[in-house]
């Protein structure tokens, strides 16, 4: 089991752009599955982006364009930059590796 802890989340104004953070209490490998996921208020939590086993990398199609997923081995750490944010983009966000899930990160997106 890994523990992940994810910061960079906060307020940021339509058209502004955050870059979130997955850090992991120990070493994480390529080989495995590590994703973003998100869960606005009254709805069903997301898949936001994904990296999969084989390195291909698929994003939901409301994000396509404007987050991309990316990893640091050596720091045990991944992440989403997410730009041209949208006031839709409200969320929690929470990493996931493999099995294991991040407490989240609020992210709000308004004037």
């Known amino acids: 089991q890994v523990q992940l802890v994810e910061s960079g989340g906060g307020l940021v104004q339509p058209g502004g752009s955050l870059r979130l953070s997955c850090a992991a209490s120990r070493s994480i490998f390529s080989i495995n599955v590590m994703g973003w996921y998100r869960q606005a208020p009254g709805k069903e939590r997301e898949l936001v982006a994904i990296i999969g086993r084989d390195g291909n990398i698929d994003y939901a199609d409301s994000v396509k364009g404007r987050y991309a997923i990316s990893t640091d081995i050596a720091k045990n750490t991944f992440y989403l930059q997410m730009n041209s944010l949208k006031p839709g983009d409200t969320a929690v966000y929470y990493c996931?590796?493999?099995?294991?899930r991040g407490q989240g990160t609020q992210v709000t997106v308004s004037s």
């Open positions: 996931k590796y493999n099995l294991d």
